[in-house]
């Protein structure tokens, strides 16, 4: 639990969780016993929910590669809050098998969200937790101040978890958008990190 | 999702990923309850389409490696790129599996063949979007321009997959023909690589 | 089998074995078939320990770590000796399933427990393997002498297991305190690191 | 599939496939329902099989770090070599399952071996691949001349093999043997590494 500690390790084992975590979803794709393709049909959805995780984990890497790119040293308080992130994401495959299998019902959708919820504000807390490391002044904390997509989300993932109860395809198109509005690319970043 | 992320996460998480779909696959080979030889009898279809998809899947990893030396830095849309020929990938423990399990009838052999037709295309993608970001004259479009066998074997899949409505075999022989054209090794490549 | 192995490939798969660790034990929270909150009661025990021994794993992954950052060479004796820890860690999936999915009951709580023993008896092995193939004026040697947690939680592991067979609930607290005792940081490491 | 590949992405792959291998077996430690020790009664000959399985994933791991460590390029064909090695490897966990669930009986005994068999031979042909590339005075192509082990190895798996349709305990003890010897560490050549 030392300062001292490189990000190289840090972004390895991240990597590996999360390269496990996108792969094991696929196995709640239950291979059906007959060969034709109406017997893909109750697969169907337990697919669709797989493409929507597979996208927002990918969103995932994706930004946590960028955050760790700003920073260089790890504390311990970093790490913790690494592997508490990365708990949030483990359950992805567990919330989407849940509510794949079950046709998208209310409580699976809104648990959904929820995991998505708690993911996004782990992932703020290990932003704010370089950026204390590295202080106010730090490109990260400037960032983190201009994160108009990181302050939306939480508030779009409540949203959801409401709407599950009374509609869940309400829901459903709620973490659609989220994870569009993620996909598009930043094009004001991208031109700032050429320079 | 800036242009100065490096190569080598994106490699290392590839990596992940690929040896996770190459070793997860066997987890398909269910273990019989029996204790003799003629138990092994029904893991036997499923033991061919692994031993297919495992090569399938190794040359997968063999070509990314080599598209990916001829590249410096990667955009946000070379990394969604990436992720999208991975989540095809991902696909195929299923498709092995389902295939196997049913001795190769006409629609699992049918949507072996479509991911593999997908994947081709997502990596197909993926060269013209790190070739796009180099601009022509690199050496990537030049490859690409030359890369016969990537022409062919899109060809070749949507043979497969119609001729599984035929004869299920046929289609399995030209998923083997294209594997072993992919296998055999490029002389003229090596030799230009090494001056 | 040589003292001429860099550390670099250990800790890369020592990271790779962890993290599937980590990971595979969310396939053991079985997704319910129905879609009410009150399907995810059954699934509760299971989640509580997977949060345990996610925090374990993640302990020894930062331990395992810094143990490592004070060497440069990795002998033979090192290298079964990091094996023989992985091997242990390997079986918290199972112990943490078999205790969650038996409600925290006498005889999977000591087996939690006992694997947790042995793990912390590896982890010591291993220390002690660096050191002396470092020599006992080695920071290494200096910082074991020191490790006073190293020292009590065995003892308390021991413990715990003894009073599973009494009240597996005093186990449990024993176990969740030794993980509280891992997370505080250590703020005399970090000074003396920083300087 | 140039000879222009480094050797560390191959690495990376490997290890990745090799800790996914190792790691894997031990969902095949199916989790019993009853909580007492009895309940483990059936797991245990699982268990043994999981321990000199994890063994042998070790040994290989260790091996092919070391034989790696004497080369710097890869061919396409050293690649292909490779990955036919971590084919037998990535059918361990299965033939592990097989005999572990059998009691030690005659045919999955057998196969078990086989499959260290066809590993070996594997490892061997990948060792001449690297070796040719390298030419007959590269140290790699000394070492092996030198290597008794990797001789005695296949032999003594053929003789496990037959034995265990007489007696597969007599096979059991073989490969306990052959692990043994592996494990035992090799003092000349650490020797001749540290000059």
């Known amino acids: 639990m030392s300062e001292g500690m490189g990000r190289g390790r840090l972004e390895a084992f991240s990597d590996g969780v999360i390269a496990i975590i996108i792969t094991i979803m696929v196995l709640e794709l239950k291979v059906p016993h007959n060969a034709d393709f109406a017997a893909l049909k109750p697969v169907l959805p337990v697919f669709l929910s797989y493409v929507l995780s597979f996208i927002y984990v990918g969103i995932y890497w994706n930004n946590h590669h960028h955050m760790l790119n700003m920073t260089q040293h790890i504390s311990g ?51 704010r937790t370089i950026a204390r490391m590295q202080g106010d002044d730090s490109p990260l904390a400037a960032a983190i101040g201009r994160d108009i997509k990181g302050k939306i989300s939480p508030v779009l993932y409540a949203a959801g978890i409401a709407s599950a109860w009374v509609e869940p395809r309400i829901a459903g198109a709620i973490y659609v958008l989220v994870a569009l509005m993620w996909l598009i690319p930043d094009r004001r970043i991208e031109r700032r990190l050429r320079h």
Do not use: R
């Open 77 to 127: 308080a970093v790490m913790w809050a690494n592997l508490h992130l990365l708990f949030w994401l483990s359950l992805i495959p567990f919330t989407t098998a849940w509510m794949g299998e079950n046709h998208f019902e209310a409580a699976p959708t809104a648990l959904y969200g929820w995991v998505l919820l708690m993911a996004a504000i782990a992932y703020w807390l290990l932003e």
